[in-house]
């Protein structure tokens, strides 16, 4: 998303951050969580809603109108009027306005979980449900399968962590399977544990080694990522006995690679050269 579309990003997440200072903690961010993926599901099937709602030759009052037309009966005041604020920016194209109602619902429902205290467990529970569709390409066919019918999807989701993981965690699960995206579920669901960590101000850092890491070797690695990228740095720590031996430490696009599969694999190639 770039040029007007972030601006208009940004300034609705700076007004809904506003709106919910003003509220209890957690309070009504659920509702605004499930009435905007709602919004976010109809601007995916009526490509012709995404173009009025964005359409820079009308007014922003006239789009505003368009949704009190629409949704009002449908959608709590809340979230009904986080999306009149979105329709109410300038957005390059359609299809950014549908991301941006996306990633609204998604810091809603992550603000619920921090209201209720379980936001570290939900963050904790996106990032290892990822990683075990990493390790088994049979879960993530069928859960990614088009011709499996939703229902069945959701009951395997139930299966696998119905009281196992805390409730919003299976909920935005639930989604991430149910949505139709042009990502991988696996990036669609680091994208959330990415949302958590921004909401405490700190970066993600996904750590593979083969071995568990001691309280004290947490404690050293999150104490020296922090200093380098100047802010808390959250762990997540991925036991992968193809690493052999050393860590590899994955924030945003950069990777520190220091493992011994990676250093065997650079003395293959220098033969090979």
Same mark, same amino acid.
């Given at each position: 998303?770039?040029?007007?579309?972030?601006?208009?990003?940004?300034?609705?997440?700076?007004?809904?951050?506003?709106?919910?200072?003003?509220?209890?903690?957690?309070?009504?961010?659920?509702?605004?969580?499930?009435?905007?993926?709602?919004?976010?599901? /109809?601007? *995916?099937? $009526?490509?012709? +809603?995404? !173009?009025?709602?964005?359409?820079?030759?009308?007014? @922003? &009052?006239? =789009?505003? %109108?368009?949704?009190?037309?629409?949704?009002?009966?449908?959608?709590?005041?809340?979230?009904?009027?986080?999306?009149?604020?979105?329709?109410?920016?300038?957005?390059?194209?359609?299809?950014?306005?549908?991301?941006?109602?996306?990633?609204?619902?998604?810091?809603?429902?992550?603000?619920?979980?921090?209201?209720?205290?379980? /936001?570290? *467990?939900? $963050?904790?529970? +996106?990032? !290892?449900?990822?990683?075990?569709?990493?390790?088994? @390409? &049979?879960? =993530?066919? %069928?859960?990614?399968?088009?011709?499996?019918?939703?229902?069945?999807?959701?009951?395997?989701?139930?299966?696998?962590?119905?009281?196992?993981?805390?409730?919003?965690?299976?909920?935005?699960?639930?989604?991430?399977?149910?949505?139709?995206?042009?990502?991988?579920?696996?990036?669609?669901?680091?994208?959330?544990?990415?949302?958590?960590?921004?909401?405490?101000?700190?970066?993600?850092?996904?750590?593979?080694?083969?071995?568990?890491?001691?309280?004290?070797?947490?404690?050293?690695?999150?104490?020296?990522?922090?200093?380098?990228?100047?802010?808390?740095?959250?762990?997540?720590?991925?036991?992968?006995?193809?690493?052999?031996?050393?860590?590899?430490?994955?924030?945003?696009?950069?990777?520190?690679?220091?493992?011994?599969?990676?250093?065997?694999?650079?003395?293959?190639?220098?033969?090979?050269?």
């Amino acid at each position: 998303m770039q040029g007007a579309s972030r601006d208009a990003l940004k300034n609705t997440l700076a007004r809904f951050e506003e709106q919910l200072g003003s509220l209890p903690d957690g309070a009504g961010s659920n509702d605004v969580s499930e009435g905007l993926y709602a919004v976010a599901a /109809l601007l *995916d099937r $009526e490509p012709s +809603l995404r !173009r009025a709602l964005t359409d820079p030759a009308s007014s @922003p &009052a006239s =789009r505003r %109108a368009l949704v009190d037309g629409l949704l009002a009966a449908q959608l709590p005041a809340l979230p009904l009027g986080v999306l009149k604020d979105m329709v109410a920016e300038r957005w390059s194209g359609p299809a950014d306005l549908a991301e941006a109602v996306e990633r609204i619902a998604a810091t809603a429902a992550l603000n619920a979980a921090e209201g209720d205290g379980v /936001l570290d *467990d939900v $963050e904790d529970e +996106l990032f !290892r449900f990822a990683r075990l569709l990493e390790r088994e @390409p &049979a879960l =993530r066919a %069928a859960l990614t399968d088009p011709g499996l019918p939703d229902e069945n999807k959701i009951s395997l989701i139930d299966t696998l962590l119905g009281g196992k993981a805390k409730p919003a965690t299976v909920r935005l699960v639930e989604i991430a399977v149910t949505r139709s995206r042009k990502i991988s579920l696996e990036t669609a669901l680091d994208h959330l544990v990415e949302l958590a960590a921004t909401r405490r101000s700190r970066y993600v850092a996904q750590v593979r080694v083969a071995r568990p890491l001691d309280e004290d070797q947490q404690t050293r690695l999150a104490t020296s990522l922090a200093r380098v990228y100047g802010r808390e740095v959250q762990l997540q720590v991925d036991l992968d006995p193809t690493v052999l031996g050393g860590i590899e430490v994955r924030v945003g696009d950069e990777v520190i690679d220091g493992t011994v599969q990676r250093k065997l694999l650079d003395v293959r190639r220098s033969l090979a050269g």
